[in-house]
């Protein structure tokens, strides 16, 4: 077998295991557990203390409650369901552009604009015009 021969075969090798490799992780993202954030010890804050975290410094505001389980308070300002019947609740914020829009996992029940809710999810960062939760529970109405 010739040198060029053998390369050839290492290298579908490596790119074979690779592929193997990515399907396996693809698999595991796929089927690994969800979080039940019920479980979980929730970070307080309100919901313009998060805004105001982030636009003072977004990559500390980040560490602090990306990927965690954070427990919201504020004054709800916008109630809405999406394509699949998703309820998405937006709170108020000191900046009129901003809110924290938190999706809940189950139904919270009637929830009016103008209420104070408290209610904990999973932050997933700063986009521009909100702070999106996900997995949000209800705490209090």
Not at 1 to 16: D, F, P, S, T
Not at 18 to 40: A, S, T
Request: charge should be positive.
């Amino acid at each position: 077998m010739k040198k060029w021969q053998r390369a050839i075969i290492w290298l579908l090798v490596v790119v074979l295991l690779g592929f193997g490799i990515m399907k396996g992780y693809v698999y595991y993202l796929n089927n690994k557990p969800h979080r039940d954030v019920k479980n979980e010890q929730g970070i307080g804050i309100t919901a313009d203390s998060l805004y105001k975290a982030y636009s003072t410094n977004e990559i500390l505001a980040d560490s602090l409650y990306t990927n965690k389980a954070i427990q919201v308070s504020g004054e709800v300002l916008k109630v809405s369901k999406d394509d699949n019947n998703q309820i998405s609740v937006e709170l108020k914020t000191s900046d009129s552009t901003v809110t924290v829009n938190c999706k809940f996992k189950e139904d919270p029940g009637e929830i009016k604009p103008g209420n104070t809710i408290t209610f904990k999810g999973i932050c997933t960062g700063f986009l521009m015009v909100s702070i999106p939760i996900i997995e949000g529970v209800i705490i209090k109405k």
